[in-house]
């Protein structure tokens, strides 16, 4: 249980979040191993479930498999995926492929639903976050 809590602790969707919140964010987690090559996600489908990387490499890709393909980038331990669908339960607007044999923590759509409207400092948290995205989405717009 420390090393998913100290785990979380690196995770800027988290790390301002004191100990017992990331204690209870620990107990739901739950470990996906992904080989080399694979979807973990994959656009236009239902986004159910929140994925914290914790060993490996993947590639966020959209179009994937489409001669218009655009690679958004490629990230390391202690991103994050999925956590905009969960909220908006709207469809993965993008597809991650492992680069390398990965292990993820994954939170599933119920219990982060039923963790954010009982904790207001994670609610808070996950929009300070959401907000520091937004800002930088703008940044990069704005120098194209």
Same mark, same amino acid.
Request: charged fraction near 25%; glycine fraction near 6%.
């Given at each position: @249980?420390?090393?998913? *809590?100290? @785990?979380?602790?690196?995770?800027?969707?988290?790390?301002?979040?004191?100990? !017992?919140?990331?204690?209870? *964010?620990?107990?739901?987690?739950?470990?996906? /191993?992904?080989?080399?090559? @694979?979807? %973990?996600?994959?656009?236009?489908?239902?986004?159910? =479930? +929140?994925? *914290?990387? %914790?060993? !490996?490499?993947?590639? %966020? *890709?959209? !179009? /994937? +498999?489409?001669?218009?393909?655009?690679?958004?980038? %490629?990230?390391?331990?202690?991103?994050?995926?999925?956590? &905009?669908?969960? &909220?908006?339960?709207?469809? =993965? #607007?993008?597809?991650?492929?492992?680069?390398?044999? #990965?292990?993820?923590?994954?939170?599933?759509?119920?219990?982060?639903? &039923?963790?954010?409207?009982?904790?207001?400092?994670?609610?808070?948290?996950?929009?300070?976050? +959401?907000?520091? =995205?937004?800002?930088?989405?703008?940044?990069?717009?704005?120098? =194209?």
């Amino acid at each position: @249980m420390q090393d998913r *809590i100290e @785990m979380l602790r690196q995770v800027p969707l988290f790390q301002s979040l004191p100990a !017992g919140s990331l204690k209870i *964010i620990a107990g739901l987690l739950s470990d996906d /191993y992904v080989d080399e090559g @694979m979807e %973990v996600i994959r656009e236009g489908e239902a986004a159910d =479930r +929140l994925y *914290i990387l %914790v060993e !490996g490499e993947v590639e %966020v *890709i959209k !179009g /994937y +498999l489409q001669e218009n393909a655009t690679a958004l980038g %490629v990230f390391g331990p202690v991103a994050t995926f999925g956590e &905009i669908g969960l &909220i908006d339960k709207d469809t =993965r #607007s993008a597809t991650l492929v492992t680069t390398e044999r #990965s292990h993820f923590f994954t939170l599933d759509r119920e219990p982060f639903q &039923i963790l954010l409207q009982n904790n207001i400092e994670i609610c808070h948290s996950l929009l300070q976050e +959401l907000c520091r =995205r937004l800002r930088q989405a703008d940044e990069i717009a704005s120098t =194209r």
